[in-house]
């Protein structure tokens, strides 16, 4: 059987992100696709033009990752978690969405592997992207909202998990470590404890 054919097969004649049943192909999951079965998804031109070009990307065309998402199969977890993360920067079905996906630890590897492809034109840089506990990339003056309690050391206070964080700004030489003023005071917040909001 061929590629296609075992494609075809598994997403049913469907395109495996949005269900459409027209111009089907095959897309290898980049990076670096084996181009087997197990690295590949079957989808729609719609689907594979979007993916191509994230910054024309029609939201209400990937509300359809609500059903797509549950797929067992991971290179369809993969690009329905990477599509939804790059939504999610704008979209808060998105992010509801993405805080129900989960995946194992090797698809979710695999998944953030790929991240450059779902972000935003803006925020490509040498450098290492600042990230949010989803992988969300984190630009100076976002918000964010803090996704646990976290005592800050020194301050003698807690910040509370779904505090919102307004204009934050980046810590250069940390990826991990960003900056925004909690309860009046200036803190250093981890990334990975944070939630980027529209
Ligand atoms: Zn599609």
């Known amino acids: 059987m061929t590629l296609e054919a075992e494609l075809l097969k598994r997403g049913e004649h469907k395109c495996e992100l949005c269900s459409a049943s027209d111009e089907l192909g095959v897309f290898e999951v980049p990076p670096g696709s084996d181009g087997s079965v197990a690295q590949c998804v079957l989808i729609c031109e719609t689907c594979k033009d979007q993916i191509d070009h994230p910054d024309k990307i029609d939201v209400h065309h990937w509300r359809a990752l609500n059903d797509a998402m549950w797929s067992t199969h991971p290179p369809v977890q993969v690009m329905a978690w990477r599509m939804l993360t790059h939504l999610s920067s704008r979209e808060g079905w998105a992010r509801d969405l993405l805080d129900m996906l989960y995946l194992d630890e090797q698809t979710l590897t695999w998944a953030k592997s790929g991240a450059k492809l779902a972000t935003d034109e803006k925020s490509e840089d040498t450098s290492t992207p600042h990230k949010d506990a989803n992988g969300a990339i984190l630009l100076a ?3 964010v909202t803090l996704i646990k309690d976290l005592n800050v050391k020194g301050a003698g206070f ?6 919102a964080v307004r204009n934050i700004s980046l810590v250069a030489d940390n990826p991990e470590h960003i900056e925004g003023r909690v309860s009046g005071q200036q803190i250093v917040i981890l990334t ?7």
């Open 141 to 143: 003056g976002d918000t």
């Open 192 to 198: 990975q404890f944070v939630k980027k909001s529209s």
């Open 158 to 163: 807690t910040a509370k998990r779904g505090t």
